[in-house]
């Protein structure tokens, strides 16, 4: 029996998830940490495992199996997927939604033509909530779908209200509407506007003599962000912003309201929800499985970019197929 060899590039948040998930695996060990970074300066838990430039990146390409790309959706991912899926098979979490069609194209061409396996967009939302999707419109073809998400951080309208002239730091909160969630929960196929089904929660720490007011008009008033939802701004300490407001939870719902019979008489709800402790954790316990699918889709000769939605549940699992079978179906 031999373990998977996987090697993490990018040590950010996933970065630290994925060492902690390998670790949790029985068939899998980690192999190496690579980063553009200086290696001496980054300190990783797991000891006897080296910390490399990606400078050097070339000389691993025989010693891993699987490389788990940690980089960010905005300008690492589409630079690295299909620079490093020349070299291995690769699994990222881009989950810049409207680009993936894009970023298939170019990581596509790429594992083509080195004859790799990437499977791409992995992790919650891309991911899990793709599946849920998938599998709910095939089985209820006429209904509709409802995703909520929260209460978590959104990373991108936290961004957002930090480039507002006077704000020190902030965190914002994306909170789903208690009475729509409801409302999809009992069948009433309800029609939702933005704002009927998400709130937003602002928690901004201004720097000095900043003009509260004119602050928080500039924040419920931006487009896009926050002008469509219900904002609340409320402005802490510096302290309290750290203490409280740290955390990396995260979750959500994903629905399918969908109509069968006759006459459309019987109603049918799917619902799948996630309550993350914390969403780095999670996402990279994903990527971790899909990189164990990735190396035997890569073994049984597969090439070429891939998404969750092409991999056989059974490849995610660490057990045979007759246990599962025996255990799990
Ligand atoms: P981070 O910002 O923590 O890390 C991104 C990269 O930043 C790292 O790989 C690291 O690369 C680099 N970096 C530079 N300086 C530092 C530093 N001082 N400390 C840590 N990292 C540093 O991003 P996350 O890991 O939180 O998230 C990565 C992406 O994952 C997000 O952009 C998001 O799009 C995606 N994601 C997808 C999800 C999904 O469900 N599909 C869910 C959650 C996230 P290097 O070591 O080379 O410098």
Redesign the pocket.
Known sequence: FMSIKIGI???????K?VELAVKAAPDMELVAV????DPKT?QIKTQGVPVVS?DDIENWKDKIDVMIL?????T??PVQTPQYAKMFNVVD????HARIPEHFANVDAAAKESGKVAVI???????MFSLARVYSNAILPEGNDYTFWGKGVS?GHSDAIRRVKGVKNAKQYTIPVESALEAVRSGQNPKLTTRQKHTRECFVVLEEGADAAAVEKEIKEMPNYFADYDTTVHFISEEELLKNHSGMAHGGFVFRSGKTGADKEHNHIIEYSLKLDS??EF?TS?LTAVARAAFRMYNEGQKGCKTMLDIAPSYLSEKSGEELRAHLL
């Open positions: 590039l990018g040590y950010g948040n996933l970065g998830g690579f980063t553009r970074r980054l990606t940690c980089g960010g959706s905005a690492d991912l979490s881009f989950d810049t967009s992995c992790g919650w939302d891309p991911g990373q969403n780095p996402t994903v």
